[in-house]
């Protein structure tokens, strides 16, 4: 790489720093100034941790939890998962309340909200999901096809983009129950157009489960405009939930009364208390909860959501495409006649809050990107995928992020 041109891309980054209205929350994140991390670039894997947190995890230990003890439960502790809910329906899913709780992993909610989907739509046979979406969602699929004797129809999509409606509406018919989608693609970070595919689902009488864990507290959302059946994701991404922190679940209003779902458990009965003989559902989205809520996990998001209704996601979304932009100018520019393809949309308006680049010498590289604080990550068959948590990361790091990996790149 030519030393002109990362000087020239540096100083571009500090500029856009300097000009930036949400520079100054990065300082909000535990970690942000640790010398050893010099480009943290996998928000989308891992969210960082807002100071706050800190704080707000011990006064938990103490007070509530040593404090309060068991009467923790009865003073608030179990009706979290559908207060947490809610905060993130109205922060960061266009959707009002009673619609979204909190509860066990992704992988879990796409097994129930699936087949709550499937018993809702008697009679048909198909679950259409796309050969590129996240593993865990075509594995789920694929057991619930096994165990309900249903057919999975693939739709192949570009390794570069996502399912656009057209895709959709050649693959649904008369015998679609379920289309399963994600609203940015965990690789190439296509950016789905929801309501204009929700609209096709609908049209061919089936309904549609999105997986918005990409997206989620970096793109806004509007499942109730978009007119969507069930919604999924995970809060340990953009949302900053802490490693394992569980997943969220979105059931649209007109769907819940007659929602059933198959891991009947006592805490999402009417009467949990009542220790009764016989199970009956929970009245609303209570009655997508099995167990015991992980009341632990859900302190951490709370702090990123209060921070991103401060922020709006308009704002946050403003300065995530302005990131992906500048790194994919940088990738353009450092690694220019280095093999080196950009495998995201370039179009911004179709493209989630990370880029992917591909290149073969990519797997090996990783490893020793990380022992120097660079901080990717690894996606097969070849991909680095730059993750750029819109509050946490500065286009600073971006840019030095980026040069580090031309650098390292062999020389042709
Ligand atoms: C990260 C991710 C998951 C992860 O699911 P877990 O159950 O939390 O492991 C699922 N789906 C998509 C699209 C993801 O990006």
């Known amino acids: 790489m030519s030393e002109n041109l990362s000087l020239l891309a540096r100083a571009r980054a500090r500029a856009l720093d300097a000009e930036d209205p949400l520079a100054g929350y990065r300082s909000r994140f535990e970690g942000h100034d640790d010398p050893d991390i010099v480009a943290y670039l996998d928000g989308n894997s891992l969210g960082r941790p807002l100071s706050d947190t800190l704080a707000r995890l011990e006064a938990f230990v103490r007070e509530q939890w040593a404090g309060r003890l068991i009467r ?26 009673g619609q979204c709780t909190v509860a066990d992993s992704t992988s879990v909610l796409l097994y129930k909200l699936a087949r709550a989907a499937i018993a809702a739509r008697p009679g048909r046979t198909e679950i259409v999901i796309d050969r590129d979406n996240f593993p865990t969602d075509r594995f789920i699929m694929e057991g619930i096809a096994a165990e309900r004797g249903l057919q999975l129809r693939w739709v192949d999509l570009r390794h570069d983009g996502g399912a656009t409606a057209a895709d959709v509406a050649a693959a649904v018919g008369p015998q679609t129950a379920l289309v399963v989608l994600s609203h940015v693609a965990y690789r190439s970070a296509h950016l789905a157009d929801v309501p204009a595919i929700t609209e096709v689902v609908h049209d061919a009488g089936a309904l549609v489960l999105w997986d918005l864990s990409h997206s989620v507290g970096s793109v806004p959302a509007e499942l109730d405009q978009w007119n969507v059946d069930y919604a999924t994701g995970c809060s340990y991404k953009y949302l900053n939930g802490g490693p394992g922190a569980p997943a969220w679940a979105y059931v649209a209003q007109r769907h819940l009364e007659d929602f059933r779902q198959p891991i009947q458990g006592w805490l999402g009965s009417a009467d949990p208390f009542g220790m009764g003989s016989d199970f009956e559902p929970a009245a609303g989205i209570r009655r997508i909860i099995s167990g015991t809520p992980p009341i632990i996990g859900m302190l951490a998001m709370q702090d990123m959501l209060g921070l991103l209704g401060e922020v709006g996601m308009k704002a946050v979304r403003t300065k995530s495409v302005a990131l992906t932009s500048f790194a994919i100018e940088a990738v353009d520019e450092l690694m220019a006649g280095s093999g080196v393809v950009v495998t995201s949309p370039r179009d911004p308006e179709r493209r989630g809050s990370h880029i992917t680049i591909d290149h073969q010498a990519f797997r090996d590289l990783v490893p020793e990107l990380w022992a120097k604080g660079v901080i990717p990550d690894y996606r097969n068959p070849s991909g680095i995928r730059l993750g750029l948590s819109p509050l946490s990361t500065s286009f600073e790091e971006t840019c030095v992020g980026i040069q580090r990996i031309a650098d390292s790149l062999p020389r042709p």
Request: proline fraction near 4%; avoid cysteine.
């Open 72 to 97: 923790g439960w009865d003073e608030g502790w179990l009706e979290l998962p559908e207060q947490v809910g809610d905060l993130i329906g109205r922060v960061a899913l266009g959707a009002a309340a």
